[in-house]
C-alpha cells in the first residue's frame, strides 16, 4: 500500500480545480494507494503558518512511508515545510508540480514569499525530490523548475505537457512514484 499526501494550488477554487490533478493521478496508481487530500487555508498575503500546521497535520495522521506530491504553491509550502519542521514520518520522496521559485522574476517576489538560505540542503536525508514542469505552464513560469533544480542537489527533472494542471494527466507522476516504491520494497527485502 502507497500513502500518497497531495497539497494543491493557491488561489480562490483551488482545492476543486486541483481535484481533478487527484483524480488523474489516481487513475495511474493502484486499488491499495491511497491519497490524503487536505484542504489547505484560502488566505492571501506572505502569512504561510497554517498551511504548515495542515501539512503537519496531514504528515503526522500518515502512515509511512509517505510519497509527498505538491501542486503550484503547495509545492513551495510543502518544501518550505520540509526544509524548516522536524518530519517524524518517512517521507519517501516530493514530487513538485509546477512550483513558483520565490524570486524566480518579478511576478513571483513579494514579501513573505521566501525559502531559508540553502534549503536545498536542509531537506530530509537521501529523500528523493522530483520536478514536473510544462513549457505551456501559463501560470508558473518553466524555468522555475530549473530554479529549484539548480538548489536541490539530485533532484529528478521532468518535462511535462498540459499546461500549469498538466491537463490532469499525472501518468509521469504516477510512474516516479511507483518506480520509487518498487525500488524500495526491492531494498527492504
Not at 10 to 21: H, L, Q
Not at 26 to 32: E, K, N, Q
Not at 170 to 176: I, K
Not at 182 to 187: A, I, K, V
Amino acid at each position: 500500500m502507497t500513502t500518497i499526501i497531495f497539497l494543491h494550488g493557491a488561489g480562490a477554487g483551488a482545492y476543486d480545480e486541483d481535484a481533478r490533478m487527484v483524480a488523474g493521478l489516481a487513475r495511474h496508481l493502484g486499488d491499495d494507494d491511497t491519497i490524503d487530500y487536505p484542504r489547505l487555508p484560502e488566505e492571501d498575503g506572505g502569512d504561510d503558518q497554517a498551511w504548515h500546521r495542515v501539512i503537519g497535520h496531514a504528515l503526522e495522521r500518515a502512515h509511512a512511508p509517505v510519497y509527498l506530491v505538491a501542486h503550484s504553491a503547495g509545492g513551495y509550502v510543502a518544501v518550505k515545510h520540509l526544509a524548516t519542521h522536524p518530519v517524524a514520518v518517512d517521507v519517501a520522496g516530493l514530487f513538485l508540480i509546477a512550483a513558483p521559485f520565490p524570486g524566480g522574476d518579478p511576478d513571483w517576489t513579494f514579501p513573505g514569499f521566501e525559502l531559508p538560505e540553502g534549503f536545498g540542503r536542509a531537506l530530509p536525508a537521501g529523500m528523493p525530490v522530483y520536478l514536473y514542469a510544462a513549457e505551456d505552464d501559463e501560470v508558473v513560469p518553466f524555468a522555475h523548475r530549473d530554479l529549484y533544480a539548480a538548489a536541490i542537489p539530485g533532484a529528478v527533472v521532468r518535462t511535462v505537457t498540459g499546461g500549469h494542471q498538466l491537463g490532469d494527466d499525472l501518468a509521469a507522476v504516477a510512474a516516479d512514484i511507483r518506480a520509487l516504491a518498487e525500488s524500495r520494497s526491492r531494498l527492504a527485502r
